[in-house]
């Protein structure tokens, strides 16, 4: 359990300066809230690791893990790069005025609409997943009389250590591209001999929640040895590879891993290689999501009926569920909560954390030891920050909730919460219903 900038006063627990029972009576809940101390400190302790000491590498936060304007604020401030994957995710991008060139385009199947955006935009870097989109790509820069950098995402074929859903480095995968030699470098020599890209290097991602450092050191050797087989094949030498992300975080029990562990053994791959070659050393770039803003949120929310089945099991019921925290219906991920509003009552009952949604699965956390919970409680699930908020849905019509940045004792929205009429507001009775009653 991550307990970091969290403590006890008065019985009530606080965290980054913060009264947790206090915030749920003012701001309602459910509620996100994301520590800013805690997301600084992720994104300092990935510099220490990977680029204070080597500037030509970036860390390309991946947004999917947790997307809104004030975040890429924040990563802007911090001077870290972004990971998009959606026109949406772009758009926000922009909004926010993040600048265009610190900006990569990641997606199997980016349309023409979320390219041309990119290209106009003048984003950094777009990672293309197959020969389609190069050829939509550069129809799109002839068009526009632009040149866009781009990288060439592989599936190194490499197995991760990691629930099903979430590898995508095997073989077998929808992303990237299969390093078979004649798929491969045909695609990197349409890349080299086009003048509306600017062809970089590799990216991949093997996965993500992961532990070990053999599937990123095995997956390095891949890219190397299709780097070897460019360079011979057409004198050209990667600028850059691109490592993905997927560094694992604590949710209950489990260990975080400094990144060094996994960004160490892989530099280290890579120098020798490059100086055994006597060639230049390419840019790294990592796109961690989940271990930058995962730790860092918290999610509010009140009690409400509670039930005891003898023999069989305790339940207390949130305001809230699957609608905001999807991950434990779909990949049965484990949290773990503190009863903020009575944190340091002895944990003498096992109760079962369900949601409000019309669904047996919603369930947030299965037979935990708590004090006795009361209608009106407040609970605090934690390392909620990624993969919460931006999977959320409008099941059941509840609306999404909103999300708190708080900073030393201070709180701030960063997202308001959704509103009913904000969730109907594209609601449209076809004209056709109203002639069929008129008729
Ligand atoms: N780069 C690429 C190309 C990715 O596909 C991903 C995640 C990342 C970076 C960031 O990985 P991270 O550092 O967050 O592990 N919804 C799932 C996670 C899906 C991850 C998809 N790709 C979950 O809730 O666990």
Redesign the pocket.
Known sequence: MNTELMEIKNGTLFYDGCDLTQLAAEFGTPVYVYSQNVIKSRIKELKEAFTDDHPKNRIAY?C??FCCTAMFKLLQYEGLCA?VVSGGELYTAIKAGFPAERLEF?GNNKSRGELELAVEYGIGRIIIDSLQELSMLEEICAAKEKKMKVLYRITPGVKADT?D??I?GKKDSK?GIPLDDDIILPYVKAALDSRYVEFLGLHF?IG??LFENDGYIAATGEALKLAEKIYTEYGFWIKELNL????GVTYTTEERKPFSFFLDPVRETIEAFAMEYGLEMPALVI?????VVAEAGITLYKIGSTKDIPGLRNYAAVDGGMTENI?PAL?G?KYTAIVASKADAPADKTVTICGKCCESGDIIIKDIELPELKTGDTLAVLSTG??GYT?ASNYNRNPIPGVLFIDNGIAEWAVKPQTYENMTANDVIPKSFLEVKNG
């Open positions: 991946a999917k893990a990971d990641n629930h859903y979430i995508t992303f991602h993500s929640q993905g992300g997927g560094f796109e961690p999501g989940r271990s991950r990949y991920a990624a993969y999977m």
